[in-house]
């Protein structure tokens, strides 16, 4: 099945054509939302400096039928960067998410995440991470915004907390590998969307455009702080995990989660 659906979705990337949640296609009646559009029930919580399940500050909420990433209850920000994990692993997927930023950015955060969110994939279990662990580990389809100064700024690029991936043919170095994305200025809904293949092939894809593609991800690297020991084990392939929506100093809005597991189809092929 997982060999079919890519030879499909190559040719419609090459044809304009790519696959939309809701569209009547032989997969359509098995894509699932994540985020169900009243409440996040069905997600987890873990916020940095607060034990797993503390919404510290409503941080995360549903407005407007929407996941809004919010920070009007916090008194300073103190790195407490956040997540929001839907309750079930996944290995072979196909993710949809659109998101679009505010213009509201916690002035106290690192400069670095203005304009700046992200997906987290094949996360680790929130439940394993410690109380004043930063980051999961995991790989990141990072979000990004332009800055408004006429420099670019793709989105949909690949981040690696705690993690390695193996990018032309070489497990690369760099924390972050920018996608070929054009920059999306403003507040604009964007379409991301990731298409993940267990421990081997990870495919990024903004509006319609494959942007990054990259294998192999495991283990490994650094950034992450006061992780358990026994959980980083590098060089681990990471063949499955979390989903997660990010929280780290700049307001967002999610109105699609949608998904394709690849592994519910008994087919043959």
Same mark, same amino acid.
């Given at each position: 099945m997982i060999v079919a659906y890519l030879l499909i979705l190559n040719g419609? #990337?090459? %044809? /304009?054509?790519?696959?939309?949640?809701?569209?009547?296609?032989?997969?359509?009646?098995?894509?699932?939302?994540?985020?169900?559009?009243?409440? &996040?029930n069905d997600w987890i919580v873990k916020i940095n400096h607060h034990e797993v399940g503390e919404n510290f500050g409503n941080t995360f909420r549903v407005e407007d039928s929407l996941i809004k990433v919010r920070y009007d209850q916090y008194d300073s920000f103190n790195n407490q960067f956040g997540h929001l994990y839907f309750k079930t692993p996944f290995s072979y997927y196909h993710l949809v998410v659109e998101y679009r930023f505010t213009g509201i950015w916690r002035k106290d955060a690192p400069e670095y995440t203005l304009k700046n969110s992200g997906v987290m #994939?094949?996360? !680790?279990?929130?439940?394993?991470?410690?109380?004043?662990?930063?980051?999961? $580990?995991?790989?990141?389809? !990072?979000?990004l915004a332009g800055l408004g100064d006429g420099n670019p700024r793709p989105t949909g690029n690949m981040c690696s907390p705690g993690t390695d991936v193996v990018y032309k043919g070489v497990i690369d170095p760099r924390h972050c590998i920018e996608s070929s994305s054009k920059t999306y200025e403003g507040e604009q809904w964007v379409r991301a969307e990731? &298409? @993940?293949?267990?421990? %081997?092939?990870?495919?990024?894809? $903004? +509006?319609?455009?494959?942007?990054? !593609? =990259?294998?192999?991800?495991?283990?490994?690297?650094? @950034?992450?702080? +006061? =992780?358990? *020991?026994?959980?980083?084990?590098?060089?681990?392939?990471?063949? %499955?995990? =979390?989903? /997660?929506? !990010?929280?780290?100093?700049?307001?967002?809005?999610?109105?699609?989660?949608? #998904? #394709? +597991?690849?592994?519910?189809?008994? %087919? *043959?092929?």
């Open positions: 419609c #990337l090459f %044809s /304009a054509c790519t696959e939309v949640p809701g569209n009547k296609t032989p997969h359509s009646e098995k894509w699932i939302s994540l985020f169900n559009g009243k409440d &996040i #994939l094949h996360s !680790q279990d929130p439940r394993t991470m410690r109380k004043d662990q930063d980051w999961p $580990i995991s790989v990141e389809m !990072q979000l990731a &298409i @993940v293949l267990g421990d %081997s092939l990870i495919t990024h894809i $903004i +509006n319609g455009d494959t942007v990054l !593609q =990259y294998s192999k991800p495991q283990i490994g690297g650094g @950034v992450v702080n +006061n =992780y358990d *020991p026994t959980i980083k084990i590098d060089g681990k392939l990471l063949k %499955s995990g =979390y989903i /997660a929506l !990010q929280s780290e100093g700049q307001e967002i809005d999610f109105r699609k989660v949608e #998904l #394709l +597991n690849l592994e519910d189809d008994p %087919s *043959p092929n």
